[in-house]
């Protein structure tokens, strides 16, 4: 078995089952986002427009360093007062777009509640494997934890939330054995994680057309970087979100994740009316039952 990217030793990986997702062109269908939502363009543009007013609006720390790559930087959004619990944003793209300022918009909501926020990029494929990329997160996870007195931060309230790609990349955050990828890393060095949207097996991905060119995914190293796959060690907290309007496939990633990780779920929030570019937007929205539920993951009174 190739070295898991989550621990860099051969992984205590649960045996995945095989399973009939229907033909090719069935998974395009399926998986293919954007292409369901015709009006993505100008959801992307009015995203762009509110983390340039974010941006402008909070303290903005841009481009940390906390790997080799020119890819390996994130921006803070400092909560400004001491021992802040810390929010670390994995934005989504399939792995192969999007970038971390198209997310800033979801700060403020949480900057004003006293949270800061943390948002990593991670270089994108086909340059980059989908196992690098997770290598990159715990990379950045690591400085952001080993950073936290000169940053402010909180290192006992740190919650990881991704959404898309993003959420598989915060999922295998949760499935990391921190201790095992660098010596002085506890346990525990997460509180919590939410996952909105994610996908936890990506074998189905590795028949999907419109990602073959991209993500160059086979069985086997489809399996690797599936979440599924692991089991945490400790019970740390899961919260799960997946749109009622998405597709029949990322509903049943949902609760495929929600099944493999009984121990850490604690509960699913209902996204009505949204689809999949919508969802990630209940996380900054104040009102939003998810942002409530990520402000109690990190020990926030609302």
């Not at 100008?42 to 995203?47: C, D, G, K, N």
């Not at 999922?171 to 890393?185: E, G, K, Q």
Request: charged letters at 20%; aromatic letters at 8%; hydrophobic letters at 40%.
């Amino acid at each position: 078995m190739p070295r898991s990217p989550a621990t860099l030793t051969p992984p205590a990986a649960q045996a995945l089952t095989g399973q009939d997702w229907g033909t090719p062109q069935q998974l395009d269908r399926q998986y293919n986002a954007r292409a369901a939502i015709p009006d993505h363009p100008e959801i992307f543009a009015r995203w762009r427009a509110n983390s340039n007013a974010a941006r402008n609006e909070l303290r903005y720390e841009p481009d940390y360093y906390y790997g080799p790559s020119p890819a390996e930087s994130l921006d803070l959004y400092p909560a400004g007062r001491r021992n802040a619990p810390l929010l670390v944003f994995i934005h989504g793209g399939y792995w192969r777009s999007l970038d971390k300022q198209d997310f800033s918009f979801l700060a403020p909501a949480f900057v004003r509640a006293g949270v800061a926020v943390a948002m990593p990029n991670y270089g994108l494929a086909p340059t980059t494997s989908i196992a690098d990329m997770v290598r990159q997160m715990l990379r950045a996870l690591a400085w952001l934890y080993r950073n936290s007195p000169s940053l402010e931060i909180d290192v006992r309230r740190i919650v990881v939330a991704g959404h898309s790609a993003g959420a598989h990349l915060a999922a295998m955050m949760l499935a990391a054995d921190w201790p095992l990828w660098a010596h002085d890393l506890p346990g525990d060095l997460l509180c919590g994680a939410v996952c909105i949207s994610g996908i936890y097996d990506l074998r189905p991905l590795a028949r999907t057309p419109f990602l073959q060119d991209d993500l160059r995914l086979d069985d086997e190293t489809a399996q690797i970087v599936s979440p599924v796959g692991y089991r945490p060690k400790l019970a740390t907290p899961l919260i799960t979100a997946v749109g009622s309007e998405e597709s029949t496939e990322f509903q049943r990633q949902n609760r495929l994740i929600r099944e493999a990780w009984p121990h850490c779920f604690r509960r699913d929030l209902p996204l009505p009316g949204r689809h999949h570019l919508a969802s990630v937007e209940a996380l900054g929205d104040p009102r939003h039952p998810l942002f409530h539920a990520t402000l109690n993951l990190l020990g926030q009174a609302p």
